[in-house]
T-cell receptor, first 114, second 112 residues
Framework: AQSVTQLGSHVSVSEGALVLLRCNYSSSVPPYLFWYVQYPNQGLQLLLKYTTGATLVKGINGFEAEFKKSETSFHLTKPSAHMSDAAEYFCAVSEVEGGFKTIFGAGTRLFVKA | GAGVSQSPSNKVTEKGKDVELRCDPISGHTALYWYRQSLGQGLEFLIYFQGNSAPDKSGLPSDRFSAERTGGSVSTLTIQRTQQEDSAVYLC??????????FGPGTRLTVT
């Protein structure tokens, strides 16, 4: 069965600094990988996803993530943080053996300092 | 088009009462999920419906929790004999099988 580990429940960066949110997954077959974002008092929305093909995927608001099979990782990055990026970020994995059931990580709350 | 809707948006109930939470998925989405999000916690998977397959109930925390999906569309999550620890936001999401999930706004359940 698949699983997801997000390293760091809280990450704090300065405005303009690099954002790096870590996600490692466990899956017995090639997975589908997702990052979702939840802004304060709002619902979850998709940031980006990897299914097949190019391993570097770009999402909304300047975020991107790279699927690294050898490291079983799908870390989320953004070159320059904005105050508006402060939110909770969830990594998720699904696989065909689970009927594409999606499992979410515990989430990482990103704080952006002025 | 219409997104995922949930009702009620807020529910306050007394300990020991039963509650029903409703989810209307996006039309045509065959997959439907229920999650629970407690204060400061991540998304706890509860149950997964996919087409006509038997639902994956592996995340339901106790036999007080049940869910059904009628006609492959609307879903109802029922919590019997509610306890204070059931207080949380209950989220529903739907998707095409291999695609991303679309989340509803959630139902905030408070058990007093």
């Amino acid at each position: 069965a698949q699983s997801v580990t997000q390293l760091g429940s809280h990450v704090s960066v300065s405005e303009g600094a690099l954002v790096l949110l870590r996600c490692n997954y466990s899956s017995s077959v090639p997975p589908y990988l997702f990052w979702y974002v939840q802004y304060p008092n709002q619902g979850l929305q998709l940031l980006l996803k990897y299914t097949t093909g190019a391993t570097l995927v770009k999402g909304i608001n300047g975020f991107e993530a790279e699927f690294k099979k050898s490291e079983t990782s799908f870390h989320l990055t953004k070159p320059s943080a904005h105050m508006s990026d402060a939110a909770e970020y969830f990594c998720a994995v699904s696989e065909v053996e689970g009927g594409f059931k999606t499992i979410f990580g515990a989430g990482t709350r990103l704080f952006v300092k002025a | 088009g219409a997104g995922v809707s949930q009702s009620p948006s807020n529910k306050v109930t007394e300990k020991g009462k039963d509650v029903e939470l409703r989810c209307d998925p996006i039309s045509g989405h065959t997959a439907l999920y229920w999650y629970r999000q407690s204060l400061g916690q991540g998304l706890e998977f509860l149950i997964y419906f996919q087409g006509n397959s038997a639902p994956d109930k592996s995340g339901l925390p106790s036999d007080r929790f049940s869910a059904e999906r009628t006609g492959g569309s609307v879903s109802t999550l029922t919590i019997q004999r509610t306890q204070q620890e059931d207080s949380a936001v209950y989220l529903c999401a739907s998707s095409l099988v291999t695609a991303e999930q679309y989340f509803g706004p959630g139902t905030r359940l408070t058990v007093t």
